[in-house]
C-alpha cells in the first residue's frame, strides 16, 4: 500500500499519478542498497586482561614518573611514596579483580584492606611515624577488617532484603566509629573516654529503629517498596 508524497491520499498499487494532485508515484526500487543495516551488529566488549593491562601500564607510568622526578628535584621528603601508595591500592582494588574473577571475597576483602594498610604504611615512612602507624593505624584497620568480615558473611548470598542490608551498614558505621575512638583514646590518653562516638551510635540507633519497624510491619514494608523501588 502506497500513498501520495504530495497530498497524501492512497494510491492504486498500479498507479504511475495520484489521482487527486497528479504528482508522480514515487516506487522504490526493490533491488536499491538500504539506508538501514541489514544485519544487527554489536561492537564487542573489551577484553577484561587488556582492560587490566592498560590500567596496570598507567598505574606503573605515573609510579615510576613521579619516583623520577622525586629523585631528580632537590627535596628531603620522599612525597612519591604517596603516589605509589595510592597506585598500588587502586592496582589491589580495581585491576586485581579482573584479572581474578573468582577470587574468594574472604581474599579479596583482605586484599583491600591490606591495600589500605600498605598505603597507611608509606606514609607513616614519609612522616617517620612507626609509632602512630603501629599503634594507632594498625588497631583501626584491624577493627575495620573485622567489621567488613562481618558485614560480608552476614550479607552474603543476597538473601538478606535492602532494608536489613541498610540497617547492618548503619549498624556497621555505628561500630565503627566506637573502634575508631577506642584506638584513639588507647593511643593517646591511655584511656577510654567515649565521647563524640556514642554521638554515632545514637544516630545509628535511630536510623535503625525505623527501619525495622518498616520491615516488620507488611503495610509499612509495602509502601516503601512501592515508593523506592526496593
Given amino acids: 500500500m502506497s500513498y501520495c508524497v504530495n497530498c497524501g491520499v492512497e494510491l492504486d498499487p498500479g498507479a504511475a499519478r495520484c489521482p487527486l494532485c497528479g504528482t508522480p508515484a514515487w516506487k522504490p526500487d526493490p ?6 543495516p541489514t544485519k544487527p551488529a554489536e561492537v ?6 587488556a582492560a587490566a593491562a592498560l590500567l596496570t601500564a598507567m598505574l606503573v607510568s605515573v609510579s615510576l614518573c613521579c619516583g623520577v622526578l622525586n629523585l631528580l628535584l632537590p627535596t628531603e ?12 591500592m587502586l592496582w589491589i582494588w580495581f585491576v586485581l579483580p ?13 586484599a583491600d584492606v591490606a591495600a ?5 604504611f608509606l606514609i607513616s615512612i614519609d ?4 609509632t602512630w602507624f603501629r599503634g594507632l593505624a594498625l588497631p583501626i584497620l584491624g577493627w575495620a577488617c ?3 568480615f562481618l558485614l560480608s558473611f552476614l550479607l552474603r548470598g543476597g538473601r538478606r532484603s ?16 566506637l573502634g575508631v575512638e577506642y584506638c584513639m583514646d588507647r593511643f593517646f590518653r591511655a584511656a577510654w573516654q567515649p565521647t563524640w562516638s556514642l554521638v554515632v551510635v545514637v544516630i545509628c540507633v535511630g536510623l535503625i529503629i525505623p527501619l525495622r519497624v518498616v520491615r516488620r510491619v507488611p503495610s509499612l514494608r509495602e509502601e516503601a517498596r512501592r515508593r523506592f523501588n526496593m
Avoid: E, K
Fill in 44 to 49: 564487542p566488549p573489551a577484553s577484561r586482561r
Fill in 146 to 148: 573485622v567489621l567488613v
Fill in 77 to 88: 621528603r620522599p612525597w612519591s611514596l604517596y603516589v605509589i601508595g595510592a597506585a598500588v
Fill in 127 to 130: 612522616l617517620s611515624g612507626g
Fill in 116 to 120: 589500605v594498610g600498605v598505603y597507611v
Fill in 31 to 36: 533491488d536499491a542498497p538500504s539506508y538501514f
Fill in 162 to 177: 535492602r532494608l536489613s542490608a541498610i540497617a547492618m551498614c548503619i549498624g556497621t558505621v555505628g561500630l565503627m566509629a
Fill in 98 to 110: 579482573m584479572l581474578a574473577r573468582r577470587i574468594p571475597i574472604f581474599f579479596r576483602l583482605t
